[in-house]
Nanobody, 122 residues
Framework: VQLQAFGGGLVQAGGYLRLSCAASGRTFSSYTLGWFRQSPGKEREFVAGIEWSGGNRYYEDSVKGRFTISRDNANNTMYLQMNSLKPEDTAVYYC????????????????WGQGTLVTVSS
């Protein structure tokens, strides 16, 4: 599956953005999907994941209650709604696909989008 992330931009603290991840490939619906982010000088970190049916969603602790991951298998698209954004959310955000259920480890995600930059100003 090939992925492309978009929707990043500049937003003030407390604001919101919605990231999208468009996928190609007939087996999109069978993959676990995830969002990761990477800030300058830091390791890439897991943000949120969603299973093929959308029934199981899981988040990194710092974004719980602020971010919502969702997917539309009919349109091969995944989303990340980000509310109450903080300056520490500033990063390049990547979408990724895995065949491993419930994974948070980037090594299990074999398909990656190109990343979209989110900048949150204070």
């Amino acid at each position: 599956v090939q992925l492309q992330a978009f929707g990043g931009g500049l937003v003030q603290a407390g604001g919101y953005l919605r990231l999208s991840c468009a996928a190609s490939g007939r087996t999109f619906s069978s993959y676990t999907l995830g969002w990761f982010r990477q800030s300058p000088g830091k390791e890439r970190e897991f943000v949120a994941g969603i299973e093929w049916s959308g029934g199981n969603r899981y988040y990194e602790d710092s974004v719980k209650g602020r971010f919502t991951i969702s997917r539309d298998n009919a349109n091969n698209t995944m989303y990340l709604q980000m509310n109450s954004l903080k300056p520490e959310d500033t990063a390049v955000y990547y979408c990724a696909a895995s065949q491993v259920y419930g994974s948070r480890w980037s090594g299990n995600f074999r398909s990656w989008g190109q990343g979209t930059l989110v900048t949150v100003s204070s």
